[in-house]
């Protein structure tokens, strides 16, 4: 029997587009050694700080276009629970009753993946032959885990490469502080909460802190760059992929921090 190509529409994501393209180069070669055709449609925001932010017009103006943009491929994948996260569960409710948009957007809502979800529930992907000579800990976004219940995936991916040592750290399903706009709208909290979190990552003695979402992991980095620690923070596409020739997040490029230095790609 002829295996049919699966058409994988890539969501990029705002911040990755704008801020670490690198994540989205490497998703996409994660999903092209999958095996799937992977097409990245012209494409705006998924409407998220709109929707959180209650400009429920703007955000659902904004998911017509996405909607319409990929509308004709099998899935959608995005290498952030919190983009995932909007289309699965809120483009329903913009919809709702809409006799016109709600099929579409459940519909869409249905056939949308977070990366290591997608890799892992849909495709059965169990290894991908990377090397990284590491110890590391993961995040948990709120997102990821919350709307998209991705935990144990990006885990069984990790768990397979070759030199990683994966541990858990205390509270790691807690929020880290981001949460879009809350961190701009209430500094002082989410400053309390990315100094806990920078202290739980500190304190597993990880050298290499891992996440599936680039805002959570943007907050971190900064808050440990400027404690003065040298954990090394990276997207867990990018160790999944092999793709570390970028320095990790947050780090010059001729930074000459130790974590760095230790992480080989494939």
């Given at each position: 029997?002829?295996?049919?190509?699966?058409?994988?529409?890539?969501?990029?994501?705002?911040?990755?587009?704008?801020?670490?393209?690198?994540?989205?180069?490497?998703?996409?070669?994660l999903l092209e050694d999958a095996e799937c055709s992977v097409e990245v449609p012209p494409q705006t925001c998924c409407g998220q700080p709109a929707f959180n932010s209650g400009d429920r017009a703007l955000a659902r103006s904004l998911a017509e276009q996405v909607i319409a943009a990929f509308e004709h491929c099998d899935y959608v994948v995005a290498p952030s629970g919190s983009c995932a996260g909007q289309v699965r569960m809120h483009y329903p409710e913009l919809f709702q009753g809409d006799p016109n948009w709600q099929p579409r957007a459940d519909a869409f809502a249905a056939k949308t993946y977070e990366l290591t979800q997608?890799?892992?529930?849909?495709?059965?992907?169990?290894?991908?032959?990377?090397?990284?000579?590491?110890?590391?800990?993961?995040?948990?976004?709120?997102?990821?885990?919350?709307?998209?219940?991705?935990?144990?995936?990006?885990?069984?991916?990790l768990a397979a490469v070759d030199g990683l040592n994966l541990i858990e750290m205390a509270d790691t399903e807690a929020c880290c502080g981001f949460g879009g706009t809350f961190c701009i709208k209430f500094p002082d909290i989410s400053d309390v909460m990315v100094?806990?979190?920078?202290?739980?990552v500190a304190s597993t003695g990880a050298d290499l802190l891992l996440a599936g979402d680039l805002g959570c992991l943007m907050n971190i980095a900064g808050k440990l760059s400027r404690e003065g620690k040298t954990i090394a923070v990276r997207h867990v596409a990018e160790v999944l992929a092999g793709a570390l020739e970028q320095p990790p997040i947050g780090m010059p490029a001729q930074s000459d921090a130790a974590p760095a230095k230790r992480e080989v790609s494939r």
């Open positions: 029997m002829v295996r049919t190509t699966r058409r994988v529409g890539f969501l990029v994501t705002c911040l990755v587009d704008l801020i670490r393209p690198s994540v989205g180069f490497a998703a996409v070669k997608f890799l892992v529930d849909v495709l059965g992907v169990e290894q991908l032959g990377a090397h990284c000579e590491a110890t590391a800990a993961y995040h948990d976004s709120c997102s990821s885990l919350r709307e998209c219940g991705v935990h144990d995936q990006p885990r069984k991916l100094t806990k979190k920078a202290a739980n």
